[in-house]
């Protein structure tokens, strides 16, 4: 009888990734709410064959190089991988998995809140109930701006950012984004120069990953272009935004405010300088906290490490006929001295019909060894679980 393959589960998450996982898996879920110590993140390297991730859980090049390592899976319980050295997870062959798509509604809808909780001055009006300094109305408190007319520049234009778009547009903004390509969605207007959105938006919402290009992407000299004095909202990654930049920009009112549901250096202590401004309302990375993103998280998270194993199952026994020998993920297709092209033709051919999917020539053309083969696989198999589970 085959071993069980080993899974940690890093965080208590929604039962729903257990029950996925139980009855294939020799399964280890952790019973506490607070991320794992690098010792023991590191020790779970050698010890299991799956770890189910979130983004405290801090994968780098020395952590993922290691020698002997058991690792071969990480399925990050997040949409973001920057918790993750991509690089050197390929370089170690290692698979890496998020969750796209499950978070869209849930941030979506947080960002919509961010601004209106902004230009409503929802916050100081609770608190001037709770300071008992609310004798009378008065139509002179607290008057905030109305949605209609105004402009949301979103930088950033992919699920998140379409998505928020659409909610915005039912509240009469206009609707302007930067983004690196055109997207095919109606009533936006594309900026192609940052600096264009940034002059032109009365609200500016970020939706970019976190990467070496966008670490800092908005930093003062961007504060200092915004002409419309915006409501500035961060719901993306908070070393997106220079923290510096953003407390000299509220000192400065080259912002009207700003909402922010993620900062640098996350946690943030309660006398982090952010905080000193009335006009900037943090909340602690709950975006995506719903019951229903936390629950397709965990669905999603797991049900990767489901289809990853039963796909390199059934990998190994196409490539075996195909081949004529065992699969490795280090093997290498191109290896004429051991086979001719003509039988990664075969191979490739063979994998079509095994899971009912079509490859694309700029997709095949990267199939060069088992890793890519896998990760090739993968691609196809869970788009159509995921149309098929929506």
Known sequence: MDRKNKVLITRKISNVAENILCDDFNLVKSSHNSPLSMIKLRNALFDYDAILSTVCDKFD??????????????????????????????????????????????????????????????????DFIKDDKWV???????????????????????????????????????????????KDFQRAD??????????????VSIHLPLTEKTRHFIDIEQ??????????????????????????????????????????????????????????????????????????????????????YDIRKRVEKVFKEAMQQDFSVDSNMYNTGLWDSLKHLVLLSDLEKEFDINFEHRDASKMVDGYEIINGVFKHVFKRWQSSSE
């Open 223 to 308: 504060f200092k272009m915004m002409k419309r004095i915006p409501y500035f909202i961060n719901t993306a990654r908070g070393d997106v935004v220079s923290s510096v930049a953003l407390d000299l920009a509220l000192k400065n009112g080259y912002i009207s405010a700003a909402a922010l549901d993620v900062v640098e250096s996350e946690p943030i202590e309660k006398d982090h300088k952010l905080l000193g401004h009335k006009n900037c309302i943090i909340v602690p990375h709950i975006g995506t906290a719903t019951k229903e993103c936390r629950e397709n998280m965990a669905k999603v998270a797991a049900t990767n490490i489901v289809l990853h």
């Open 61 to 126: 090049d020395t952590l993922l190089s290691s020698i002997d390592r058991r690792v071969e899976v990480i399925s990050n319980y997040a949409v973001g991988l920057d918790n993750v050295d991509i690089k050197s997870a390929k370089k170690n062959k290692i698979f890496v998995y998020n969750t796209p798509g499950v978070v869209t509604d849930s941030t979506a809808d947080m960002v919509m809140a961010l601004i209106l909780s902004s230009a409503r001055n929802i916050r100081d009006a609770q």
């Open 136 to 182: 009378a109305w008065d139509p002179e408190i607290f008057v905030g701006s109305e949605m209609r007319g105004k402009t949301l520049g979103i930088i950033g234009f992919g699920r998140i950012g379409q998505a928020v778009a659409t909610r915005a547009l039912s509240f009469g903004l206009k609707i302007i984004y930067y983004n690196r390509s055109e």
């Open 190 to 203: 594309r900026c192609e120069d940052l600096n264009d959105l940034l002059l032109s938006s009365d609200i």
